[in-house]
Each structure stands twice: as C-alpha cells, then as structure tokens.
C-alpha cells in the first residue's frame, strides 16, 4: 500500500518543525499514522531546537493546567460542602437523639455478654474531638447525664506524654479531671511505633456506668433499625 498523498507535505512541515498536532490538525492525519511515518526521522538541529522548545512550553502549559483544575476542583469541593453545611441548620431534640444512638451503634461497645454477671454500660472511643463532643452533649441533654458522671479513661501510645493528653481531653470535654486516668495501648500498632502525628493526644473513652441508660439507647439504636425498614 503506498503512502497517503499528504505524506510528502507532511515531511516537509515535520522537518520545518511542527509536532505532530499541529500537523495533524492541518491535514487531518492520524496520530498513530504520524508516528509511523516519522518515529525514525532525523531532523535537523533548527527544527529540533523548535521541537524541544514546544515540548517545553507544552509541559509548563500542562503544569499551570493542572494547578488551574485543581483549584477549580478545590472551589467546587468547598462550594458542595459548605452547601450540604447549611442545609442541616440547628438540630431538634429529637434529631439529637437520633444522631448519638447512631454515633453509639457505629463506635459503641455493644458485645456484652448477657449471661455474665457484670452488667452493660455505655462506652465509647473515638480519637476525634468532633465526635466525642457531640456525644457528650447528646449524654447530657438526651439522657441528662452530668458530665461528673462521666469517667475518662485516655488510651496513649509509646512516645505520647500523659499529662499531655489529659490536658487536652479534660480542656476540650470538661469533664472533672479526677474522672481521667491514662492506660498504655499496647496494640500490634502501637508496637510497630505508631505515627505520633496520627492520634497526637491517644484515644479517649466515655464511660457511664448505667445498665438502664445503656438499654435506653439500645432501644433508640433499635428502633432506628425497624424504622429503616430492615
């Protein structure tokens, strides 16, 4: 098969030093065909110096593309955001209520053994200050449990300061001091050296020693399962 009538145009525009774009949105060549054509020609040093120089200003052209999306990216992600924030508003009682028994369904302790003497309680960990404050204000308002009633104990790792993180915990809930106590985790984690930029100030617990307050939001937990419809 011989070579498409444009061929010898395209050499010529190729050895004058046009990349392969601009030659093919002249003649409407093909990329691949291109290629084939012209993979192995040598051009001379003045359309190689014009090559390269394209090829440069096309790799800064690409980086200040990139850079302007991903700022666009950023603008759009913050606009959603902020547009989901403000549809939520001020919570009701009852979307309180709703939204600590959900917070205890995915970060509570719920494996009590039924059959063992100890009685359930109402404990939570979560490292995320976010978190740990809302569920402290749903104890409070919900359940009208005081924060003195409240027990703290912080779970740190090696490398992490005790004082340090009950300064922080007891500053950020409020809750008496004499209710902290610091326990070493001793996870396969903590063993391989966990980042201390990770959990800075460890994991806190929120402790309520109450067997009916703990059925109480058993029973929210539950009735948000037969509401959904499982």
């Known amino acids: 098969m011989g070579l498409r009538k444009d061929y010898q145009a395209a050499l010529t525009l190729r050895l004058e030093g046009k990349t392969y774009g601009e030659i093919r949105g002249i003649f409407k060549i093909p990329k691949s065909t291109l290629s084939g054509w012209f ?10 110096k014009i090559l390269e120089s394209k090829k440069k ?18 603008k759009e992600n913050e606009g959603i955001r902020k547009n989901y924030e403000f549809r939520v508003g001020k919570l009701s009682n009852r979307e309180l209520m709703i939204l600590g028994a959900a917070l205890y369904w ?10 063992r003497v100890v009685y359930p309680y109402i404990c939570l960990a979560n490292s995320e200050p976010e978190m740990i404050i809302t569920f402290i204000h749903f104890l409070e308002k919900i359940l009208g449990i005081t924060k003195d009633q409240i027990k703290v104990p912080v779970f740190i790792y090696p ?3 005790p004082e340090e993180a009950i300064n922080y915990w007891q500053k950020l809930t409020g809750i008496p001091r004499e ?9 396969r984690a903590s063993q391989r050296k966990r980042p201390k930029n990770l959990l800075p100030y460890g994991t806190l617990q929120l402790r309520v020693v109450k067997r009916q307050e703990f059925f109480k939001i058993r029973g929210l937990i539950d009735g948000i399962i037969k509401s959904a419809g499982f």
């Open 179 to 187: 209710n902290f106590r610091c326990q070493m985790a001793l996870s």
């Open 106 to 115: 995915g970060e509570g302790y719920k494996n009590f053994n039924q059959k």
């Open 39 to 48: 993979s192995d020609l040598k051009v001379g040093n003045r359309a190689k």
């Open 159 to 161: 490398g992490m300061i």
């Open 57 to 74: 200003n096309g790799y800064y052209k690409l980086v200040e593309f990139n850079k302007v999306r991903t700022l666009g990216i950023h």
